[in-house]
């Protein structure tokens, strides 16, 4: 099923000759590694009927097919099922430059059983961190109170299994495995400033990290990659939030 799509994008890399170099004999393809994860749709609508020939590989391959700098978000490709919370999740994106010419992107399909509005407003939890508003630019008034007790319109009637927000963080500072490890812990946070409530038992969140190891980490690294960290957290903040209000916005 969902997994199958990384199948599809495995198959088309190899194509492309992409991939590791693992046997120096001739005539070896090259092994491509696509790390995948899944959110629940199937009870989303629509016909799933398709017997032993599901979709998902070739969605896969279609997905690598029309891999661009700009791309659809919202209703679209993984969060084309999702919901968040009461309304419908989507795919968002967001990314920033820094200073010193470091970029950090964040991409994640928001399926969470908790809601990424500020219950009673139509401001998201991640307004904070919004750039140029890139979802609406609406604000919580300003005598606004959380309370503790009240997680506005998370779903009703949740299901185990069946809640997931899965995030990729990319960067071109180059990362050891560990710092990337770390980067992706840091990151972590930004699922708890954009939704809420989090992690619940009802969701199986993740977030990957991947280099592309063009620029070297400042030095020094610890202070550099808690830096990196931090700002991957706000920037999926962003991301998520960007993929509920564009779903929003297509859906009017």
Known sequence: YGLAAGDGVAARLGAQGRGFALSPLPGIPRTPIVPAAILY????????????????????????????????????????????????????????????????????????????????????WAWPYEIDGEFGGVRPPADYHADAEDWGPAKQNPQLGQNTTIACIATDACLTPDQAKRVAQMALSGFSRAIRPVFAPFDGDAVFVLSTGKKPLPEPGPLALARLG???????????????????????
Do not use: H
Request: hydrophobic share 35%.
């Open 41 to 124: 749709d199937l009870a989303n609508g629509g016909d799933k009927s398709w017997g032993d020939q599901p979709p998902y590989d070739q969605l896969g391959r279609d997905a690598l097919n029309n891999c661009a700098a700009d791309f659809k978000q919202g209703r679209s490709g993984a969060g084309y099922g999702a919901r968040a919370g009461q309304f419908r999740g989507g795919l968002g994106s967001a990314s920033i430059c820094t200073d010193d010419s470091l970029t950090v992107g964040a991409i994640a399909a928001v399926n969470s059983f908790g809601s990424v509005y500020m219950p009673g407003t139509k401001a998201f």
């Open 230 to 252: 931090e700002l991957a957290a706000s920037t999926l903040a962003r991301a998520i939030a960007r993929g509920v209000f564009e779903a929003a916005e297509k859906e009017q």
